[in-house]
């Protein structure tokens, strides 16, 4: 599977995504520079964690207008798979390609540490080597990742089964204590309506390798080449 | 035409004044002894540290850019790669603005090592406030951990460990040292040279505006009383423009198109200019009106002394100009042609076409160096003679023995400090395989088997009961918490921070200090690789302790047996590494010396601590060997809080109990339970591995005591101290929020 990894100014998950898919993985990979506006074939887009044009203003404001977005949002349209983790979640919702906003933590700090996740759903392309309800444990590293919708939209979003990640205890139970950043209704990940675009606040390649602390964050990307295989098996 | 008040400003004497002229063979013009202000300052010219500084051992087999030679110190690990690393203040600039000296600090420190073509790969903070009783106290230590939180954050850098100390000597002038590590190929490291006559500077990154003005002479090397007058002195940082900077310089290094790299930091393009061009043999010659600026009106003065942020000097091969300008404007980073290498060795300082300054570098980078004469004051006479034993034995109050250890591990001093560092990105990169939290981290260096441990440590209490033990005992303890690790000590690198070194008592304690950390590191056969001095930390005549700080770099050769405080199973065998069971040193009245339990819960600060040099590096030896032969399952520097303390947070870590079977016989329970002896470790070891380490401790002749075992979830130190581990969990983890009332 051939994976881009988008770089803005400002970037730094860049490199970790680029290691996890290219020597954990043994994925093809090249990185995408916030200029170009090609995807270069990548069957799989990744816009990774950082503070995209330094994010002064709110985070992911700006790079929505990098002329790479353009064809982000037209990949997606027709389908793409496209991951964003932290940043690239906040640049997901800024764009518009998903619903809500991430504001600032309740608590007004950085949070960095590890969260249990349940995943609430197996069945999209970034979750599908997963078991329903499985607790993953994975780390966080944000300031701005208290998810905020209005209530129709959270309501469509709950119909829809678009939340695929939320905060919870280690026995998976939904609790106030397990949400570190006031999340509404502790999301943590969401999908588009069409189940193709994917924003995340934890980072999933921060734990692909035990020694790092755990592997859970494998499930995420084994779950993206699964797809493509299935997809491919399809055709 | 020079008065006081000018000198003053620039903080020179009249004698160096006078030494200025002589040496010029005329009076210099304004500009020209702005120059020199910066450049003759401590904070650049080390004029009363240079003679002692060199007492530090600074060669060793690994040592590739030893101590001085360059922004940051070098050592090889292996694989063609090399280790770069400093250690730098930025307390002055702290205590006027938190958030941007703060801030700022790292900024400059991360600039010291990619300007040597190094990635950087970890950041480790070392702070020092007064008591979190007093609001402006919770004000500094709250923007200070703010400050580095957002710049180091934004920049993408792991922030992997370091120290918080809280004392009321620091109370106004709190210490801010930040240390930054970098991985380099050994053979593409750059050097920050100016030669080659014809080759061209240009100045790349933020706009030069007034801010920082006589950061270096004025802030950093003199005492101040009204911080006001001074704020502007503070120079406010850009961290995003900070991320392209460094991610342009390592693509431009790879390059091969520049001969040098520098970045502008204390004394801004004056000192990168100088310093660059005196290394490279050559002089450099500046046009100011080619510098880019953010205001109108600036004067040469101001653009030479500016210490705006985010600024590198590039020397460019001559041809190569518009490719690095190409080079730099893909990351949106605005460069200019600012002057030229000279085959004369002197900085001539153009203003278009008129030459406005122009002074031969010699003289220029050689400051007159002081030697002075030390003396311990009376004060610190008095509390050294304090006889301890005159103390009650016994925990103020009525309080029991295990009230008082709970006490200690709620104390800000003891108390787990991760409602700091989880402000702080410490997985970035994802090579954090031990993080904050525990003696030392651990990183992993990817496409090898070998990792990192690095620690930063220094007890500034015990240096000013004893410099030279407490210095001595600075490299111990940093060492030690890196062999906890399972690292070997490979180098160090030093921010001396102390007072005004005009003061007999305060460069006696800076001449101790040095010599204690000297004779350590020559035992431990660890060089000083780089460091930096802070003096003149006092406020209204009041110096902070004399505190110099050890940022220590260890190897291990193997990642996956690293070492963590945590007890592993029940039913290991826990031994103290470095003590007996008789009544002695570690037991007697002398081990509460300094200690955080006389300082904490009796008011006083008072003793002699002592180290033994020999017996440290024993005890060290026996502790990494017996981790390298996984024997030992868990290690822990057994410091602040002594024995009690460091039982009860190997318990915590690992989420069990201990009950102890046998303990030294106490001289005193207090002395037992909480004193501080030096050299000892608290380790843990599978049953069936215990005889093998006691035997490697008879060869090495390191006493060792066994302690009892790992299991249950009490902490039983009978008849003493008998409690759940959760209820020390609990004091231990929430102590510090409490203190901070956040």
């Not at chain 2, 300008?325 to 460069?335: A, I």
């Not at chain 2, 199973?569 to 081990?591: F, I, K, Q, R």
């Amino acid at each position: 599977m051939k994976f881009g990894v988008v770089v803005f100014p400002g970037t730094w998950s860049d490199m970790d995504c680029y290691h996890v898919l290219d020597t954990v993985l043994h994925q093809e990979v090249r990185y995408l520079w916030h200029q170009e506006t090609d995807l270069g074939g990548a069957d799989c887009v990744i816009l990774p964690g950082g503070f995209s044009y330094g994010d002064y203003l709110r985070a992911g404001a700006l790079a929505r207008f990098a002329p790479i977005m353009g064809a982000v949002a037209d990949f997606a349209a027709r389908g793409g798979l496209v991951l964003g983790i932290c940043n690239g979640f906040q640049i997901l919702c800024e764009s518009g390609l998903l619903p809500g906003v991430l504001m600032r933590n309740r608590h007004l700090q950085f949070r960095c540490q590890w969260v249990h996740l349940r995943a609430e759903r197996a069945t999209t392309p970034f979750s599908g080597a997963m078991q329903p309800g499985q607790v993953l444990r994975m780390p966080i590293s944000h300031g701005e990742g208290n998810y905020y919708a209005d209530a129709e939209t959270l309501a469509e979003l709950e119909r829809r089964g678009q939340v695929v990640f939320r905060y919870c205890a280690a026995d998976g139970r939904i609790t106030e204590g397990a949400n570190p950043n006031g999340a509404l209704r502790n999301i943590a990940g969401i999908v588009n309506r069409e189940g193709n675009v994917l924003g995340m606040m934890p980072h999933p390649e921060r734990c692909c390798e035990p020694l790092v602390g755990g592997a859970d964050g494998l499930l995420v990307f084994q779950s993206l080449v699964q797809s493509s295989l299935k997809a491919l098996g399809a055709v | 035409m020079i008065d006081q008040s000018t000198l003053d400003e620039i903080a020179l004497s009249w004698e160096e004044y006078r030494l200025i002229a002589q040496r010029l063979g005329r009076e210099p013009n304004p500009l020209e002894l702005g120059l020199f202000g910066a450049l003759w300052s401590e904070h650049c010219g080390y004029k009363n540290s240079k003679p002692l500084l060199r007492l530090f051992p600074t060669e060793g087999e690994h040592v590739l850019v030893g101590a001085g030679k360059e922004n940051a110190g070098a050592v090889a690990i292996g694989h063609g790669l090399a280790i770069v690393m400093k250690i730098e203040s930025h307390n002055h600039p702290s205590a006027i603005e938190p958030y941007q000296g703060a801030a700022t600090g790292v900024g400059g420190i991360v600039r010291d090592i990619f300007t040597m073509g190094a990635r950087p790969i970890a950041l480790l903070n070392s702070l020092r406030f007064g008591p979190l009783s007093e609001a402006r106290n919770r004000y500094l230590f709250g923007g200070v951990v703010g400050g580095i939180s957002d710049y180091g954050n934004c920049l993408g850098i792991p922030n992997v460990g370091g120290e918080v100390v809280f004392g009321p000597p620091y109370s106004g002038n709190p210490l801010v040292n930040a240390m930054c590590v970098g991985l380099v190929e050994a053979d593409g490291m750059v050097r920050a040279v100016a030669s080659g006559p014809g080759n061209l500077l240009m100045i790349v990154g933020a706009d030069t505006g007034r801010d920082g003005i006589h950061g270096a002479s004025g802030l950093a090397s003199r005492t101040f009383e009204e911080e006001r007058e001074l704020r502007s002195a503070v120079q406010v940082g850009n961290p995003f423009m900070e991320k392209l900077l460094l991610e342009a310089c390592l693509e431009l290094v790879q390059t091969g198109w520049i001969v040098g790299l520098q970045d502008l930091g204390a004394a801004g393009l004056t000192s990168a200019a100088v310093e660059s061009g005196a290394k490279g043999g050559a002089g450099v010659e500046i046009d100011v009106l080619q510098v880019p600026r953010r205001e109108t009106g600036m004067d040469p003065y101001e653009v030479m002394l500016s210490e705006s942020q985010e600024r590198m000097l590039v020397v460019v091969r001559r041809g190569y100009q518009d490719r690095v300008k190409t080079l730099f404007d893909k990351w949106g980073l605005h460069c200019a042609l600012i002057g030229r290498v000279i085959p004369e060795p002197e900085a001539r300082i153009l203003e278009g076409a008129r030459v406005v300054a122009a002074v031969p570098l010699a003289i220029l980078t050689a400051p007159p160096l002081y030697r002075r004469q030390g003396a311990p004051s009376s004060e610190v006479a008095r509390l050294r003679a304090y006889d301890l034993s005159s103390l009650p034995d016994a925990p103020p109050g009525g309080m029991s023995w295990s009230g008082a250890l709970l006490a200690l591990l709620a104390s800000p001093n003891i108390a787990s400090k991760r409602s700091v560092y989880r402000q702080y990105d410490h997985q970035v990169l994802i090579n954090t395989v031990v993080p904050p939290g525990g003696d030392a981290a651990v990183l992993r260096i990817k496409g090898t088997p070998k990792g990192i441990a690095l620690a930063t440590d220094g007890n500034g209490r015990l240096c000013y009961l004893d410099p030279f033990a407490g210095g001595a005992i600075a490299v111990a303890e940093a060492a030690r918490n890196v062999v906890c690790a399972g690292a070997e000590p490979l180098a160090l690198t030093n921010c001396l921070n102390f007072g005004n070194p005009e003061r007999p008592e305060v460069y006696y304690q800076l001449e101790e200090c040095i010599k204690g950390m000297s004779e350590m590191c020559q035992r431990l056969g660890v060089p000083v690789i780089s460091g930096n001095v802070s003096l003149y930390n006092e406020t209204a005549g009041q110096a902070v302790y004399p505190t110099p700080v050890v940022g220590m770099l260890g190897l291990l050769p193997d990642v996956t047996r690293h070492c963590t405080p945590a007890f592993k199973a029940a039913g290991d065998a826990v031994y103290l590494l470095g003590a007996d069971l008789a009544a002695g040193a570690t037991t007697g009245p002398e081990a509460l010396a300094g200690s955080e339990y006389l300082a904490h819960l009796h008011g006083l600060v008072a003793g002699r601590p002592e180290i033994d040099l020999e017996l440290e590096a024993r005890v060290q030896q026996l502790c990494l060997e017996g981790i390298r032969q996984s024997w030992v399952r868990s290690a822990h520097d057994c410091s602040d809080g002594g024995l009690a303390v460091a039982l009860a947070e190997c318990c915590i870590a690992g989420g069990l109990g201990f009950t102890a079977s046998a303990l030294p016989q106490p001289g005193r329970a207090d002395a037992l339970l909480f004193g501080e002896a030096q050299s000892r470790i608290v380790v843990s070891v599978a049953p069936e591995h215990a005889l093998a380490l006691e035997e490697r401790a008879q060869t090495l002749n390191v006493p060792l005591i066994a302690l009892g075992a790992v299991g249950g979830d009490r902490l039983a130190l009978r008849p003493w101290v008998d409690l759940p581990v959760a209820a020390a969990q609990d004091a231990w983890e929430h102590g510090l929020e409490r203190a901070a009332g956040s």
